[in-house]
């Protein structure tokens, strides 16, 4: 089971990307699926999550959207209106189990499965 991510680059404030999580060996039709971020120096954080509602960290909220396409086996985030605060290297995440409460998608350890990561810059 693989999830790979890609999508990231360098842009400016304002601009959008969309990134995409890519499963083989697994689908995306069943489970949570989420992103996170690591920004250098910092922890990983929780950005956006989708499973039995979606989920969004207060600082993207408006801003980034999760999406998936089961017919493509791709999770989404689009992220409009970039700010220089959301450069950090992106993280998908997905598990198989249903989370049964809604603090469990902010977490990072609930989830079993990681892609690779993409890294996303943000110039001022």
């Known amino acids: 089971v693989q999830l790979q991510a890609y999508g990231g680059g360098l842009v400016q404030t304002g601009d959008s990307l969309r990134l995409s999580c890519v499963a083989s060996?697994?689908?995306?039709?069943?489970?949570?699926a989420a992103w996170f971020r690591q920004a250098p120096g910092k922890e990983r954080e929780f950005v956006a999550a989708?499973?039995?509602?979606?989920y969004y960290a207060e600082s993207v909220k408006g801003r980034f959207t999760i999406s998936r396409s089961n017919a493509e086996n791709t999770v989404y985030l689009q992220m409009n209106n970039l700010k220089p605060e959301d450069t950090a290297v992106y993280y998908c995440a997905a598990d198989d189990r249903t989370f049964n409460s809604r603090s469990r998608y902010f977490e990072a350890g609930q989830y079993y499965y990681w892609g690779q990561g993409t890294l996303v810059t943000v110039s001022s």
């Open positions: 060996g697994r689908t995306f039709k069943r489970g949570p």
């Open positions: 989708d499973g039995r509602g979606t």
